[in-house]
């Protein structure tokens, strides 16, 4: 099965110091990129995005938007990317889910809601 090259609809920048955000068919129409992140637990030990007991994904994209975060970092394990074992218990809608099938799909909600994402190894066991 052949997949399809992601690409993005923006074309980003490094110059002056700064970052600049723009129009991939239009670079030259850009703006200067502030960063605004938060910090999610929870990958590097259970396989999922956060350690929150009945909270959904949806809910943490939400209030991301909402109080303007452009940016979250997620710190994964090696072990459970490479493994692909299945989430705990911990993770509410994802629990027992293969940890790549719930890092494809926090990704895919984190985009759709114009997030930027930082995948950190945070830990290799």
């Known amino acids: 099965m052949s997949q399809t090259p992601f690409s ?12 600049w ?5 239009n670079p030259s129409s850009r703006t200067r990129l502030h960063l605004k992140g938060a910090n999610w637990a929870g990958f590097q030990a259970d396989g999922c995005p956060f350690r929150a007991p ?11 938007v909402q109080h303007s ?3 979250v970092r997620l710190a994964l394990s090696a072990a459970w990317v490479n493994g692909n074992w299945l989430a705990s ?9 293969p940890t ?3 890092l494809d799909d926090t990704l895919g ?14 830990t290799v066991e």
């Open 8 to 19: 993005t609809p923006f074309a980003i920048s490094s110059e002056a110091g700064g970052l």
């Open 21 to 25: 955000i723009g129009p991939a068919d």
């Open 54 to 64: 009945g909270a959904h994904l949806s809910d943490h994209v939400d209030f991301l």
């Open 69 to 71: 975060f452009n940016a």
């Open 89 to 97: 218990s911990a993770c509410a809608e994802y629990a027992g889910m």
């Open 100 to 102: 790549l099938a719930v």
């Open 109 to 122: 909600h984190l985009r759709d809601a114009g997030i930027f994402a930082v995948l950190d190894i945070h």
